[in-house]
């Protein structure tokens, strides 16, 4: 018999994607889990359907607000990452990739720049598999509206994309090579592992003074803003490689507990996006 913990996780998995904050999730799922229990059970035909619209709905109301708060945000905002290695694994190694990259902080960064229907249609057809009369349903809006919102938002993701995803390998080994070079202070070395074009994201959300304001672009700034704030490391630091958001990725911890997650973006073996969250609120589930 379904209940609601039948489809608790797969709610989960609607409202982080749809939010990027694994906080913000959880209370959404909280409720929808209040607001089913109000509900007359003969009223429900199908729980799926009814907790997915729930959900959904209850998501982009809460990306208004998000959005509205996003703008006194100190620096710049990043999702907040989810450790990933324990995540249900499936028999279809194609489907695995694509829920992966559907969860990597890349993908959560480009989907903030739809609006609240655009990234509901988006994520419910091409994430969940929901067909465009259902996704109609759901948000209470015509399938030809939906189908317009889903065309326009892939439209511009695709553009956005890298072309060619690296090997994981070529992906972890670069993160290696990288913290390598960091812990030497090599500017060459680490220059050198760099793209042309390369751009390093902080997200401290006020509470980390070493964070960077404003994105730092090009090779040497790069380099030398890590090499440079690397000082500033709390004693006791510990780099271990885990997978967060379905990617090799850094997690620094100082006396045991996390102190910022690096991840990195990889195009034709260089580095071309450095993204490091280390706003304690964002690292509490780490």
């Keep these: 018999m379904e209940t609601f913990e039948t489809y608790r996780s797969y709610l989960f998995a609607i409202a982080y994607r749809m939010l990027g904050s694994a906080m913000d999730a959880e209370d959404i799922v909280q409720e ?3 607001r089913y229990q109000t509900a007359e059970p003969a009223t429900i035909h199908s729980l799926k359907a009814y907790l997915t619209t729930i959900i959904t709905r209850l998501c982009m ?3 208004q607000l998000a959005r509205r708060k996003r703008e006194q945000y ?3 905002w990043l999702p ?3 450790l990933t290695e324990e995540m249900p694994d499936t028999a279809d190694p194609e489907k695995r990739v694509e829920t992966e990259e559907s969860i990597s902080l890349a993908f959560l960064v480009l989907l903030e720049q739809l609006q609240p229907f655009e990234r509901a249609v988006f994520l419910l057809r091409e994430v969940f598999d929901y067909e465009f009369a259902e996704i109609a349903a759901i948000l209470e809006k015509s399938e030809a509206a939906c189908r317009r919102s889903f065309s326009r938002a892939r439209h511009h993701l695709v553009e956005q994309r890298p072309r060619f995803k690296p090997a994981p390998e070529v992906h972890r080994q670069l993160l290696v090579n990288f913290l390598t070079a960091v812990r030497s202070g090599e500017m060459s070395t680490l220059t050198e592992l760099l793209s042309e074009n390369v751009v390093l994201w902080a997200d401290g959300g006020g509470k980390n003074k070493q964070a960077a304001l404003r994105p730092i672009h090009g090779r040497d ?5 890590t090499l440079g704030t690397k000082r500033f490391w709390p004693e006791g630091v510990a780099v271990e490689l885990e997978e967060i958001n379905g990617q090799a990725a850094l997690l620094i911890r100082a006396n045991g507990q996390p102190f910022s997650v690096l991840t ?3 195009e034709q073996e260089r580095i071309q996006t450095i993204r490091i969250i280390a706003n304690p609120e964002k690292l509490a589930r780490l």
């Design 264 to 266: 990195m973006d990889v």
């Design 74 to 76: 100190v620096g710049p």
């Design 32 to 34: 929808t889990y209040l």
């Design 61 to 63: 109301d809460q990306l």
């Design 80 to 82: 907040e990452p989810i």
């Design 221 to 225: 700034a790069v380099a030398r803003f």
